[in-house]
């Protein structure tokens, strides 16, 4: 796991907790969520560019986004085979 940024927390509890559940979960990164303006641009500027959001009127700049059936849908790897 690669942190993409500095942990905020100084609590040693909840960062050994988030370390151990990142342990057993092997997620690419952890993000820290400080409910910043910059932070939400860039996490919908993330989710638009990968398909799982949309905005719901392309001609309206402002924050108004739609899920798409990318965001819900599992990988492929992880829907089961069918039985036959």
Avoid: F, K
Avoid at 18 to 23: H, M, R
Avoid at 30 to 38: K, N, T
Avoid at 55 to 68: A, K, Q, V
Wanted: hydrophobic share 30%.
């Amino acid at each position: 796991m690669t942190p993409r940024r500095r942990s905020p927390v100084t609590h040693q509890a909840l960062l050994r907790w988030v370390n151990d559940i990142a342990a057993v979960t092997g997620p690419d990164s952890v993000e820290w969520c400080d409910g910043s303006p910059q932070e939400r641009s860039s996490l919908s500027g993330d989710l638009l560019a990968r398909g799982a959001l949309r905005r719901r009127d392309p001609l309206d700049s402002g924050n108004r986004y739609g899920i798409t059936d990318t965001a819900v849908s599992p990988p492929a790897s992880t829907v089961p085979a069918p039985i036959r």
